[in-house]
């Protein structure tokens, strides 16, 4: 550590010597991954974290003898080429984290149907010619912009300029094309058939948003950072991904600092010089990457007097995505009557009808449902001869003012009531039972009221429209699901690598000076 005096961290207007190349607050997915390109380009990096272990919502928790893991069930972009299996490849990782590809993907369960849908693209697509032979031309429209979309975002450099017209229209058409279309304006473009449009429209729920507000950027990442590289999930737990690249980071002389909160980003004449920690140790960096939530960094551990009134109304103005309750149980006996491990449960085929009352912070009765059994895929999830189950629903922050056990209670009970539709008996059958509600996950991420994804993916607030990993406070920047591409494992991955190819520019340029 550097070998500045107390008085001299206290005046920020002083020439020192900084601690570290970079300070990273967070040890999110998308902060080890910026933490290890930055390292491996020999810079001197820390890493902060509040909890006492590292992974954010990619964690994991055992009761009782069964595994659990928090959030994240699946992955998308880990089979080779993508995105997850490229970063595993540059940190030497290949061959320590194996993933399991689900094939079929999941299956969708309707009154009156069921559908199988594949993990695969192609497949998928054959599928649903099959079942709408006369939407075949527009289904293959839709996902051809998709997959447009996702390759044109995923090839932009960092330093392409959103806000220059013809740069942008020029090097990403099909993004600018639709940089303000909802993803229900695509469908009405090429689809008629109304149980179509809901088929196509389902993942939009992995948003947390209906197809009539999700934005075509937003949804072309959800849908094609599984289909181009498969549906996956990491054996053993899932934790397993970002503690390896712990490992990683720290064998590149990397450090990580464990349950040590951030109190306030320190500031100096050419912008972010440090932070301070809530025990008062102040630590200074050239650099400072918030990857925690945006309003917190903004509003509590800067001030909004640093930042512009333009961006403080912008800020204020954006909304976040909605929340979960997730009910993790512990069964007797195998799951033999779910032929996948993931599922998906609809009343009906009106997709958008639950969010009517989510919006109004209530939760309706027959809401949709997902439907997870990881220990058919994880048999380590279990001890021998029993399975796990996580059963879980949209659910706003404000639904309960304290969620308290009743609450959490009642939930439960409706959840384990419906699923028994599938698995008769379930009830008798449950050995262990635990819970996460929206303010659980507030209080695990410090996302502003448990947002499972950031900010919600609507036109205004993804893609060009995201806030951008440049800050308007000098040094500072940002990584994860509140900056582009947006939510998801793949997609705060490729945050981390685009923040640190930021970073790194800075450096190379010389722009980040040893002055503060």
Request: one cysteine or more; aromatic letters at 10%.
């Amino acid at each position: 550590m550097g070998g500045s005096t107390e008085s001299e961290r206290l005046c920020y207007t002083a020439v020192i010597m900084p601690d570290w190349d970079v300070i990273i607050i967070g040890a999110g997915v998308a902060g080890l991954t910026c933490g290890c390109f930055l390292a491996q380009k020999g810079l001197n990096v820390l890493i902060v974290e509040k909890n006492q272990k590292i992974g954010g919502c990619c964690s994991s928790f055992q009761k009782d003898g069964f595994s659990f893991d928090l959030s994240v069930q699946s992955l998308g972009e880990c089979q080779e080429g993508g995105r997850i299996w490229n970063l595993l490849k540059r940190l030497d990782l290949l061959d320590q984290i194996r993933f399991l590809p689900l094939e079929p993907a999941r299956e969708y369960h309707f009154p009156d149907q069921k559908i199988v849908q594949s993990s695969q693209l192609e497949p998928h697509i054959e599928n649903l010619s099959r079942l709408f032979p006369d939407e075949q031309k527009g289904i293959k429209q839709v996902y051809e912009v998709l997959k447009k979309i996702f390759n044109e975002f995923s090839r932009i450099p960092f330093s392409l300029d959103w806000f220059n017209p013809s740069s942008f229209s020029s090097q990403s058409p099909l993004l600018y094309q639709y940089r303000d279309k909802t993803y229900g304006e695509l469908l009405n473009q090429y689809l008629s058939n109304t149980f179509l449009k809901t088929l196509l429209s389902i993942r939009t729920s992995y948003a947390l948003l209906p197809p009539e507000e999700i934005s075509v950027v937003g949804m072309a990442g959800i849908e094609m950072s599984y289909f181009n590289h498969g549906v996956s999930c990491v054996e053993g737990r899932v934790e397993q991904l970002p503690f390896k690249m712990g490992e990683a980071f720290e064998k590149m002389k990397g450090e990580i600092f464990l349950g040590r909160e951030v109190e306030k980003i320190l500031t100096g004449k050419k912008g972010a010089i440090g932070i301070q920690l809530k025990d008062g140790l102040q630590l200074t960096g050239k650099a400072v990457v918030s990857n925690i939530d945006a309003r917190t960094t903004f509003s509590a551990l800067l001030g909004e007097d640093q930042i512009p009134s333009g961006f403080r109304s912008k800020l204020k103005g954006m909304r976040p995505s909605l929340s979960y309750f997730i009910l993790y149980l512990g069964i007797d006996g195998d799951l033999k009557e779910l032929s996948v491990s993931n599922n998906e449960v609809f009343p009906d085929d009106q997709l958008s009808k639950e969010y009517r009352d989510l919006y109004e912070d209530r939760i309706p009765e027959e809401a949709p449902f997902y439907l997870l059994a990881p220990s058919k895929v994880n048999p380590s999830h279990a001890p021998e001869g029993k399975s796990t189950l996580c059963l879980s629903m949209k659910a706003p922050h404000h639904y309960s003012r304290d969620w308290d056990q009743k609450v959490i209670d009642s939930l439960s009970q409706s959840l384990i009531s419906r699923a028994s539709a599938l698995i008769p008996g379930l009830e008798k059958r449950i050995l262990v039972k635990a819970e996460t509600t929206p303010r659980t996950i507030q209080k695990w991420t410090g996302n502003l009221l448990g947002a499972a994804y950031g900010w919600a993916q609507i036109p205004g607030q993804s893609g060009i429209h995201c806030l951008q990993r440049t800050t308007p406070v000098p040094n500072l920047f940002l990584t994860g699901h509140w900056t582009s591409p947006g939510g998801g494992i793949a997609a705060v991955v490729a945050s981390g690598e685009l923040t640190a190819g930021a970073i790194w520019s800075k450096f190379e340029k010389g722009d980040l000076s040893e002055e503060s």
